[in-house]
């Protein structure tokens, strides 16, 4: 990112936005360093790869270019970087995803703190695990600690240590995709699975489970925070194990050094794995270590747990990560740690909605050192300054025992059809003070009217001339058009309207093959896509006065038996009138005269049969 460097003691700046323009009297002793509207510094694995995180001449090399050029030290693979001013820090921590075709994803864990200039956070960036044959290993966490000289934890070089912010790694898998392979959210992790052995997850901080104990291991589990994985395995008895090392021990990758061909695990804990006759699976690392999985042959059905994970900010936004490879860390500063500082930090509605007045609503949230009691909070569309909201509340500081943000709602807004809107939201005089932090003030978004199809189309009764069938709302729009056309074709016309999530398709034809399709509808016209095929085959329908005959219930190799056919015909001008005899229906015919007789037969079995 682009800067300014100011030497003179006095200096004088004109900063220009579309909205105000302000004249900023800056004194400096020494120099003044200004940056753009925010300051994001990206933590990456520097290009290395395996067990060992990056050399320092890795890193320069990365960050050569960045603004962490020269700001980070590196020691064991662990990158340390000084925190450069006080002030609110949204820390994003992405786990590396575990090996193999289908190896688990990494967690993507996000959270604010309130850090101080001079604060050593000491970061690894999880590594992807690798497959080099049937066995895996398991990916990195990646992991944000502060030195905490009241830690009674100690981690590497001796230093006390607290974390912040853990995103635990995937665990390796070749075999399909299975979500005990993904890291948790939640501070204890996924166990492993094997055909042999499945070993444990890791929980509260531990490491993770191996499927053999104290035996032939072929899978290493994941490192924990606090240990790491399970080291009893008998097949590296003088070096390194084949498990994760816990954070606090260094973090470094599992692999072992006999039993057969070792594979290393990403670096941030990720459990190893080895190649003999037999194949392993590695548990990922993280806050807790995934568990390991092996199955005693060449075989791909072994896979490591996820790791677990951990965050102690506000505002916390934790999910699995939807993409494969490498780890990352990103720090963004949200405030510089102003008196009165307060930002609008999102636009919270309308999101999915049917064109017309919809009520734009945003959260607001205090980033200064004061306490903040009053605020205007300022809107505009397509550039157009609408109606200010006053504030007046209490919006505590960012770690108080209060609420630091609050939901407002700010007005109405007719959204017109399918027009896309850039709304934004901006916030000015807190405590009826200037704000002096513009980097936060201000937030916006693309908002236009959009309605999601229906989901979970779903086949109720069918009869030989009706179907019923029912669905999930895509949205709050309350009103669905259906339509039936024969199998294969698409839908057309404009459709039956419904206002309930169900209906009945009639006047069908027996034995005749639909596909069913719904889709939502605005009071507007406008519509979603068609959600379907739902495919429906409507059964025989024994016509008026005809003598219907039929299996009774039975499958298979014999036909039915007395008490089936008795139930099926009971009602029916059949009722009574058969006899079974070793599956064979016998009908005395009630009068002389001509019959039409009309016979199927049953169709072959299988996806294709005839």
């Known amino acids: 990112m682009a800067f300014i460097t100011f030497r003179k003691i006095i200096t004088l700046r004109l900063y220009i936005s579309h909205r105000m323009t302000r004249l900023l009297l800056i004194l400096s002793t020494y120099f003044l360093c200004f940056q753009g509207f925010s300051q994001t510094f990206n933590f990456t694995n520097a290009s290395a790869t395996g067990r060992f995180g990056p050399t320092q001449a890795q890193v320069n090399t990365a960050y050569s270019s960045t603004n962490l050029a020269g700001n980070v030290l590196v020691i064991n693979g662990i990158q340390y970087w000084v925190v450069p001013s006080t002030g609110v820090y949204e820390i994003n921590a992405i786990g590396a995803s575990g090996g193999g075709t289908n190896g688990g994803f990494g967690a993507s864990m996000t959270g604010e703190f309130l850090l101080t200039g001079g ?66 959210t939640t501070n204890n992790a996924n166990g492993g699975f094997g055909g042999t052995g499945s070993g444990a997850a890791g929980t509260n901080g531990n490491g993770g489970g191996i499927s053999t104990p104290s035996g032939n291991n072929r899978g290493g589990a994941g ?29 470094d990758g599992g692999q072992a050094v006999s039993c057969g061909t070792p594979h290393p695990g990403g670096f941030g804990g990720g459990g190893g794995s080895m190649s003999t006759g037999w194949r392993g699976a590695g548990g990922g690392g993280g806050y807790s270590g995934g568990g390991a999985g092996q199955t005693n042959s060449v075989a791909i059905t072994q896979r490591g747990g ?63 050192a004061n306490v903040v009691n009053s605020c205007t909070v300022n809107w505009s569309v397509d550039g157009v300054i609408q109606p200010f909201f006053s504030f007046s509340g209490t919006l505590d500081t960012i770690g108080g025992t209060g609420n630091s943000t609050a939901q407002i709602l700010l007005g109405s807004f007719n959204f017109s059809t399918n027009n896309p809107y850039d709304v934004e939201v901006w916030t000015s005089m807190p405590n009826g003070v200037a704000d002096t932090v513009a980097l936060n003030d201000s ?55 419904a206002s309930v999530p169900n209906a009945t398709a009639t006047g069908l034809t027996s034995e005749t093959a639909y596909d069913i399709y719904v889709r939502e509808v605005c009071p507007t016209g406008d519509t979603s896509s068609w959600e379907g095929p739902l495919f429906v085959l409507t059964p025989f329908l024994c016509p008026p006065n005809a003598y219907c005959f039929l299996p009774c219930g039975a499958t298979g190799q014999f036909g039915p038996s007395q008490t089936q056919c008795n139930s099926t015909y009971l009602g029916t001008n059949l009722a009574g009138n058969v006899t079974v005899t070793g599956g064979i229906q016998n009908w005395n015919v009630p009068s002389g005269g001509l019959y039409e007789i009309t016979v199927y037969g049953a169709q072959g079995f299988g996806p294709f049969g005839g």
């Open 119 to 184: 604060d050593s956070l000491l970061i690894i960036v999880g590594q992807q695990g690798v497959s080099p044959d049937e066995s895996t290993t398991g990916g990195g966490g990646s992991f944000v600690v502060i030195r905490d000289p009241g830690s009674s934890n100690i981690g590497p070089g001796g230093t006390p240590v607290t974390a912040l912010l853990i995103a635990g790694g995937g665990g390796g898998n070749n075999d399909a995709a299975n979500a005990n392979c993904n890291a948790n």
């Open 223 to 251: 490192g924990g925070f606090l240990t790491d994985g399970d080291h009893t395995g008998t097949c590296s008895p003088a070096g390194p194990q084949e498990s994760g090392r816990s954070f606090l021990n260094g973090g």
């Open 306 to 368: 996820g790791g677990g994970s951990f965050n102690s900010g506000t505002n916390p936004l934790n999910a699995v990560a939807s993409t494969s490879g490498h780890g990352s860390v990103t720090i963004t500063v949200l405030s510089s740690g102003a008196t009165n500082d307060i930002g609008a930090i999102a636009i919270d509605s309308p999101t999915v909605f049917c064109p017309g007045p919809q009520n734009v609503v945003a959260t607001i949230q205090n980033f200064g």
């Open 443 to 497: 937030t916006a978004q693309i908002i236009q009217s959009s309605l999601p199809p229906p989901t979970g189309l779903t086949l109720g009764p069918v009869s030989g001339t009706t179907a019923s069938f029912s669905w999930t709302p895509g949205s709050l729009s309350n009103s669905w058009l259906w339509v039936i056309v024969p199998l294969g074709s698409p839908p057309t016309g404009t459709g039956t309207a």
